[in-house]
């Protein structure tokens, strides 16, 4: 019973470049949470979505980073033009419709380098 | 809003000592709250959660115990291990579905 995953574990890009960060969802969870979370802090919000929709995108910069979560396939965070400050560990998490006691799953996340 | 909060940045502990992780939050609509527990290099792992409706839960060596009259919240291991150092995270949700938000966190640290 397969938990989040998250790939690549690790990506380094250059300034510039775009990359694109996928997270697999546990089987049967339909609501995927993007987090970003920056070394010795703690996890901010980034986007929350549903299959083929975008629910919350408040923690999401404006310009350069979008997130979708197709009908099939893995969720995509995407971030194009990469800066330095853009550095950072990405988690998601997944959970099934929320309710009481519904705590998301997290992977392993994807930790960007930026060079 | 991010305003969950922690007290103490680092802690250390004895080896079978009990520890006390002690969280603030902000928000009085928050209904929903988590402890994780962060490895190094690894995703958050959930450790034990509590609904607003409750003051105190106990899972296996760890006790969660929250005060909404000073928003606060404390997580309680029991017997502390080496297996136990690592970043906890305390973890709010004001809504109805999970945008969690998080503290800055507290590193755990058991000395042998």
């Known amino acids: 019973n397969a938990g989040v995953m998250q790939n690549p574990r690790h990506l380094v890009r250059r300034r510039g470049q775009e990359a694109r960060l996928r997270c697999s969802p546990v089987?049967?969870?339909?609501?995927v949470y993007w987090y970003r979370q920056l070394p010795e802090e703690g996890l901010k919000f980034m986007v929350y979505?549903?299959?083929?929709?975008?629910?919350?995108e408040s923690g999401m910069p404006k310009e350069r980073f979008s997130a979708e979560f197709p009908k099939e396939g893995p969720s995509i965070l995407r971030i194009q033009q990469v800066v330095r400050g853009d550095s950072a560990a990405y988690f998601c998490?997944?959970?099934?419709?929320?309710?009481?006691?519904?705590?998301?799953?997290f992977g392993q996340g994807t930790r960007l380098t930026v060079v | 809003g991010e305003s969950v909060g922690l007290h103490l940045p680092t802690l250390s502990v004895q080896e079978g000592d009990n520890s006390i992780i002690n969280c603030a939050y902000s928000?009085?609509?928050?209904?929903?709250f988590i402890w994780y527990k962060q490895e190094s290099g690894k995703g958050p792992q959930f450790i034990i959660d509590?609904?607003?409706?409750?003051d105190k839960r106990q899972g296996q060596r760890v006790t969660v115990l929250l005060n909404k009259t000073v928003k606060h919240l404390s997580l309680q291991i029991a017997a502390t291990q080496p297996g136990d150092s690592a970043v906890y995270f305390c973890?709010?949700?004001?809504?109805?579905?999970?945008?969690?938000?998080f503290g800055s966190g507290t590193k755990l640290n058991v000395k042998p």
């Open positions: 928000n009085s609509a928050s209904d929903y």
């Open positions: 509590i609904r607003s409706n409750m």
């Open positions: 979505l549903q299959k083929e929709n975008i629910i919350d």
């Open positions: 973890a709010e949700r004001p809504g109805n579905f999970n945008k969690f938000y």
């Open positions: 998490a997944s959970s099934p419709p929320a309710g009481w006691n519904t705590e998301a799953f």
């Open positions: 089987k049967g969870h339909s609501h």
